[in-house]
Antibody, heavy 119, light 107 residues
Framework: QVQLQESGPGLVKPSETLSLTCSVS????????WSWIRQPPGKGLEWIAY???????NYNPSLKSRSTISADTSKEQLYLKLRSVTAGDTAVYYC?????????????WGQGTLVTVSS | YVLTQPPSVSVAPGQTARIPCGGN??????VHWYQQRPGQAPVLVVY???DRPSGIPERFSGSNSGNTAILTISSVEGGDDADYYC???????????FGGGTKLTVL
């Protein structure tokens, strides 16, 4: 059974870097597409980035300059770094697994982790 | 690529809810639909326009034609009260795109 577990600080100060980890169980990272998706309180879903083939990436243009997605296949973990955060980055951050091909749906979601940006 | 959903749809229990998702020539894309109950992560309810994952009731169905995809929920129940998001992959940018979401209210 596939399980995704996000972890990271729940509170980040403005201008600092948000760092999240997603621990994966139940399937090899290198086989699938993986993303971080966020959801500000009371708002919709926003795709941040995806990674596949253990290192190929694609980013939402609106966040590309500040974000980095990466993976460690030996640890079966995914990572997100978002730099220079502001209050507008306050959101629930989800780690998700797509299928093995681009174009498929999200098949598994983590439970999400709330990150609040505040001094 | 932009996907447009109405902010809200209301339906009485037992009736049929239809949630549209508009996009330019959306019929040329595979549309996926997710249900998100309050405080929970989204769940896939329809993929590739009209297929259902295992465990999703037959009451959930999808269609896609022209510039509009539709998620149809028949015999609506109180548990269907949730937000619903459509999603496609933009072939130009190779990036996933989500609609703004529709809140389904069961009266």
């Amino acid at each position: 059974q596939v399980q995704l577990q996000e972890s990271g600080p729940g509170l980040v100060k403005p201008s600092e870097t948000l760092s999240l980890t997603c621990s994966v169980s139940g399937g090899p990272i290198r086989t699938y597409y993986w993303s971080w998706i966020r959801q500000p309180p009371g708002k919709g879903l926003e795709w941040i980035a995806y990674i596949y083939d253990s290192g190929k990436t694609n980013y939402n243009p609106s966040l590309k300059s500040r974000s980095t997605i990466s993976a460690d296949t030996s640890k079966e973990q995914l990572y997100l770094k978002l730099r220079s955060v502001t209050a507008g980055d306050t959101a629930v951050y989800y780690c998700v697994r797509w299928g093995t091909l681009r174009g498929e749906s999200v098949q598994h979601w983590g439970q999400g982790t709330l990150v609040t940006v505040s001094s | 690529y932009v996907l447009t959903q109405p902010p809200s749809v209301s339906v009485a229990p037992g009736q049929t809810a239809r949630i549209p998702c508009g996009g330019n020539h959306i019929a040329g894309y595979s549309v996926h639909w997710y249900q998100q109950r309050p405080g929970q992560a989204p769940v896939l309810v329809v993929y590739d326009d009209s297929d259902r994952p295992s465990g999703i009731p037959e009451r959930f169905s999808g269609s896609n034609s022209g510039n509009t995809a539709i998620l149809t929920i028949s015999s609506v129940e109180g548990g269907d009260d949730a937000d619903y998001y459509c999603q496609v992959w933009d072939t130009n940018s190779d990036q996933p795109v989500f609609g703004g979401g529709t809140k389904l209210t069961v009266l």
